[in-house]
């Protein structure tokens, strides 16, 4: 940051943000950008926001045009890891605060204190008239991260007695406000009104006996504290070690602190970034499956690809037929109750790190499943068994074997190998051109025949057979 940074007042133009915001649209906008996936599209849009006006966010307040013009360029993306630029800028800009206590014999720091009276008695406190775009938006900052800024309390120069958070868990105006509104001693430090036996304070008329009850609790507490030579400092509530962190102020800005637990923890499975957007779709019930695509345009057919239902994302992958044969299977394999709802496999990402295997299985069982009911919607594949499900999940684990470390490969191919075992001992079903074969009858469509072959799986409930061969052509 510049010396003059700090000293300049003159308020920013529009040509002087014009060239970053127009850097901005031109990279997101580009010609690339159309062909690029879902993931691919993500990728380019966090790079832009992340790197371009990165520097500018940490030392100005960006104006609300601005704001809106980089907005504009995306859509409502709650939860991709899209930051919000007005959060983010807030979050950035707060940072200073932390700055400004830890380097105490830094020049900038000087000219501060010297041009903005932040020592009587602390920085909250410095009038906001005359100042220069570094510092009003730093005081801007300042009110949302007052919130989660406690004082340590060493000689009580710097804290102010009602209007700091310093003793219990919220201020003392805020804990004691009938004494508060009546006390004449506001804005006064803890130095100027404890000497540590005796609390100098006046109020302007008597009060009620509750008044007075609260005046001796609020003594009581104050008694608890001592003074020490030692200068007054802060910490920050919102994380564990008391160090101000970026991440921690945006997320209560944006989230009010409660950050939804299924929709940010598909991002933290190792599984190719399409398959992860494709995860985050179904957590907000977004994926075009029938009834979805419903609420767009008029379907002539909202039947299920594997059955006569009506697809919807609960039904096509948990309870279809086929889903429930699918995950029956997978629970037996990994040892865990999978497949009743969204719920029952999104749990297990929470704690990814503990269930990361069995994170990777589930995510190919859903990514299989769409992908299979594409192609034969779009492909006209033909239904020829769960085992063609099951060689899919197979082929596709093994080809995300790179992303793994060396002890998750081993446990993955271990698990692909048991599955692709089942499914080479699950019945298939064959079709033939009737002209090619006498074995036609008049019970079966006209121009092709359908064929089971039977086998007996062991150790598999009777439920993966049962899929009758009237369901299989209703499709």
């Given at each position: 940051?510049?010396?003059?940074?700090?000293?300049?007042?003159?308020?920013?133009?529009?040509?002087?943000?014009?060239?970053?915001?127009?850097?901005?649209?031109?990279?997101?906008?580009?010609?690339?950008?159309?062909?690029?996936?879902?993931?691919?599209?993500?990728?380019?849009?966090?790079?832009?926001?992340?790197?371009?006006?990165?520097?500018?966010?940490?030392?100005?307040k960006?104006?609300?045009?601005?704001?809106?013009?980089i907005?504009?360029?995306?859509?409502?993306v709650?939860?991709?890891?899209?930051?919000?630029?007005?959060?983010?800028?807030?979050a950035?800009?707060?940072?200073?605060?932390?700055?400004?206590?830890?380097?105490?014999?830094?020049?900038?720091?000087?000219?501060?204190?010297?041009?903005?009276?932040?020592?009587?008695?602390?920085?909250?406190?410095?009038?906001?008239?005359?100042?220069?775009?570094?510092?009003?938006?730093?005081?801007?900052?300042?009110?949302?991260?007052?919130?989660?800024?406690k004082?340590?309390?060493?000689?009580?120069?710097?804290?102010?007695?009602?209007?700091?958070?310093?003793?219990?868990?919220?201020s003392?105006?805020?804990?004691?406000?009938?004494?508060?509104?009546?006390?004449?001693?506001?804005?006064?430090?803890?130095?100027?009104?404890?000497?540590?036996?005796?609390?100098?304070?006046?109020?302007?008329?008597?009060?009620?006996?509750?008044?007075?009850?609260l005046?001796?609790?609020?003594?009581?507490?104050?008694?608890?504290?001592?003074?020490?030579?030692?200068?007054?400092?802060?910490?920050?509530?919102?994380?564990?070690?008391?160090?101000?962190?970026?991440?921690?102020?945006?997320?209560?800005?944006?989230?009010?602190?409660?950050?939804?637990?299924?929709?940010?923890?598909?991002?933290?499975?190792?599984?190719?970034?399409?398959?992860?957007?494709?995860?985050?779709?179904?957590?907000?019930?977004?994926?075009?499956?029938?009834?979805?695509?419903?609420?767009?345009?008029?379907?002539?057919?909202?039947?299920?690809?594997?059955?006569?239902?009506?697809?919807?994302?609960?039904?096509?992958?948990?309870?279809?037929?086929?889903?429930?044969?699918?995950?029956?299977?997978?629970?037996?394999?990994?040892?865990?109750?999978?497949?009743?709802?969204?719920?029952?496999?999104?749990?297990?990402?929470?704690?990814?790190?503990?269930?990361?295997?069995?994170?990777?299985?589930?995510?190919?069982?859903?990514?299989?499943?769409?992908?299979?009911?594409?192609?034969?919607?779009?492909?006209?594949?033909?239904w020829?068994?769960?085992?063609?499900?099951?060689?899919?999940?197979?082929?596709?684990?093994?080809?995300?074997?790179?992303?793994?470390?060396?002890?998750?490969?081993?446990?993955?191919?271990?698990?692909?190998?048991?599955?692709?075992?089942?499914?080479?001992?699950?019945?298939?079903?064959?079709?033939?051109d009737?002209?090619?074969?006498?074995?036609?009858?008049?019970?079966?469509?006209?121009?092709?025949?359908?064929?089971?072959?039977?086998?007996?799986?062991?150790?598999?409930?009777?439920?993966?057979?049962?899929?009758?061969?009237?369901?299989?052509?209703?499709?």
């Amino acid at each position: 940051m510049m010396i003059q940074d700090i000293l300049d007042d003159t308020k920013l133009r529009r040509q002087d943000l014009q060239p970053i915001i127009d850097k901005i649209i031109k990279r997101i906008s580009g010609w690339k950008g159309r062909l690029l996936s879902y993931a691919g599209r993500l990728t380019l849009l966090k790079a832009c926001l992340a790197s371009i006006p990165i520097y500018l966010l940490s030392i100005i307040k960006f104006p609300r045009w601005a704001i809106d013009m980089i907005n504009s360029q995306k859509k409502d993306v709650g939860g991709l890891g899209i930051p919000d630029m007005r959060s983010l800028n807030l979050a950035l800009l707060g940072s200073w605060i932390f700055r400004y206590q830890l380097n105490n014999n830094a020049i900038w720091k000087n000219i501060v204190d010297f041009k903005y009276k932040t020592k009587d008695p602390n920085v909250f406190c410095c009038p906001n008239v005359g100042t220069s775009p570094f510092w009003k938006g730093v005081m801007w900052a300042m009110q949302a991260a007052h919130m989660g800024i406690k004082w340590v309390i060493g000689d009580g120069r710097k804290i102010r007695f009602w209007e700091d958070l310093w003793i219990g868990n919220t201020s003392l105006a805020i804990a004691y406000w009938p004494l508060c509104i009546i006390n004449e001693q506001h804005g006064k430090t803890v130095h100027e009104v404890w000497d540590g036996e005796n609390l100098m304070l006046t109020f302007r008329r008597n009060v009620s006996a509750n008044t007075m009850n609260l005046w001796w609790e609020l003594c009581n507490l104050v008694e608890s504290t001592s003074l020490s030579e030692e200068e007054d400092h802060i910490l920050w509530s919102f994380t564990l070690t008391g160090k101000y962190s970026v991440q921690s102020l945006y997320a209560v800005v944006n989230h009010r602190g409660v950050v939804p637990q299924f929709v940010s923890s598909v991002w933290k499975i190792t599984i190719p970034p399409r398959v992860q957007f494709f995860l985050w779709l179904l957590s907000k019930n977004r994926v075009l499956t029938r009834d979805n695509l419903a609420k767009r345009r008029e379907v002539s057919d909202p039947s299920c690809m594997f059955c006569n239902d009506h697809e919807s994302i609960n039904h096509l992958f948990f309870e279809c037929c086929v889903a429930r044969n699918i995950w029956l299977t997978i629970s037996e394999v990994l040892g865990h109750n999978l497949g009743h709802c969204f719920e029952s496999v999104a749990r297990f990402c929470i704690a990814n790190k503990r269930h990361m295997l069995t994170n990777i299985i589930s995510s190919s069982v859903l990514w299989s499943l769409w992908k299979l009911r594409n192609e034969m919607y779009f492909q006209g594949i033909t239904w020829i068994g769960s085992g063609r499900v099951l060689f899919r999940i197979v082929k596709m684990v093994r080809r995300w074997l790179p992303m793994f470390k060396p002890e998750i490969g081993l446990q993955v191919e271990e698990i692909a190998q048991q599955l692709e075992i089942i499914a080479n001992s699950l019945p298939q079903l064959q079709w033939r051109d009737s002209t090619e074969t006498s074995l036609s009858s008049e019970s079966e469509p006209s121009g092709v025949q359908l064929l089971v072959s039977t086998c007996v799986v062991s150790g598999l409930p009777n439920e993966l057979l049962d899929i009758s061969s009237q369901d299989l052509l209703s499709v």
